[in-house]
């Protein structure tokens, strides 16, 4: 794929208005860049996408979501703040010893680094 088959601003090919990577117009931003500004996409639906071709794969898409329908991002509150708080403490304590490790344990891993070790040396 090149450049010039990602370009499908009335979105016939693509189904939405599709651009070459870091071509789209103005008015137009990813998540992040919304973020960035202090938007959030706020229930609209994708309204468009950058593709970026890459020699061997599938090409990289990027959505894009229009500026002017981004609402603010909700503001954090006391009670936002708890729950988060306590997810994150949630997510600390390690199944196997039930100490609390002071990092947030990897899903992938499922136990603390010390365990990890322990259960290593036991293999060995």
Not at 22 to 43: D, I
Request: aromatic share 8%; net charge positive.
């Amino acid at each position: 794929m090149t450049l010039a088959d990602c370009y499908d601003p009335t979105g016939e090919r693509f189904g939405i208005p599709t651009f070459p990577w870091r071509m789209a117009p103005g008015g137009y931003a990813t998540r992040r860049q919304l973020r960035a500004r202090g938007l959030r996409p706020g229930g609209q639906d994708v309204a468009a996408q950058v593709l970026r071709p890459r020699r061997r794969r599938e090409p990289l898409a990027a959505y894009l979501y229009r500026i002017d329908r981004a609402k603010p991002v909700r503001p954090m509150t006391p009670a936002r703040w708890a729950a988060l708080r306590k997810a994150n403490s949630a997510q600390q304590i390690c199944p196997n010893c039930r100490r609390d490790v002071g990092y947030r344990i990897p899903r992938s891993h499922g136990m603390c680094g010390s365990c990890i070790a322990r259960e290593e040396q036991r293999a060995a």
